[in-house]
């Protein structure tokens, strides 16, 4: 059996990992003898980056059109930029036929999902943050905000969790999930 390193999937067999396509065998170029065909054709010119001589035909021209003659400007008096005439009363009325694609509300709303989360790669089962501990991966759970507790803040440098994501983090660093300041005691 063939256990990928990144995603720990096993299989029979295989150059890449089934799941995330990680390269499991990397094999090298094999040599192989060379030899010139002596039937093929030989380049005329020595050596690929040989300067070649370059010369201009004389009898061809250089653009398709002719260069444009400068020509004043000429102001239309006829035409009126700044005004438009009013717009007529328009009737505006409902279609009655029309489905605006929306159910009638009962009023009830779906209860956000709480409690342990299965993350939907590696199956891990964890009770809080937005981001797998084992393999890294975003967990699929909408979370109700939480307050924040004004009463103790974690001293800087100690370990707590991102108050934006709920993954791991350093108390007075940035987030390495999300970016944001982890807040700390003074």
């Known amino acids: 059996m063939i256990i990928c390193p990144v995603c720990e999937h096993q299989q029979a067999q295989g150059a890449e990992c089934e799941v995330c396509g990680k390269k499991l065998i990397v094999t090298g170029p094999v040599a192989v003898a060379v030899a010139p065909l002596a039937e093929l054709e030989q380049t005329q010119l020595a050596g690929g980056r040989a300067p070649v001589p370059v010369a201009a035909i004389p009898d061809l021209e250089l653009t398709a059109q ?45 209860a956000a999902p709480v409690g342990p989360v299965v993350c939907r790669y590696c199956r891990n089962v964890q009770e809080s943050g937005a981001v797998c501990d084992r393999c890294g991966m975003r967990l699929p759970k909408v979370r109700a905000a939480q307050p924040v507790a004004a009463a103790k803040l974690p001293q800087s440098g100690e370990r707590t969790s991102c108050p934006k994501c709920h993954s791991p983090a350093y108390a007075g660093r940035a987030c390495v999930t999300c970016g944001i300041l982890v807040p700390a005691a003074e």
């Open 66 to 110: 002719q260069a444009v003659p400068t020509v004043p400007v000429q102001a239309m008096p006829d035409m009126d930029t700044g005004r438009a005439a009013a717009a007529p009363n328009v009737m505006v009325a409902p279609i009655p036929d029309v489905d605006t694609g929306r159910a009638e509300s009962d009023g009830h709303r779906t």
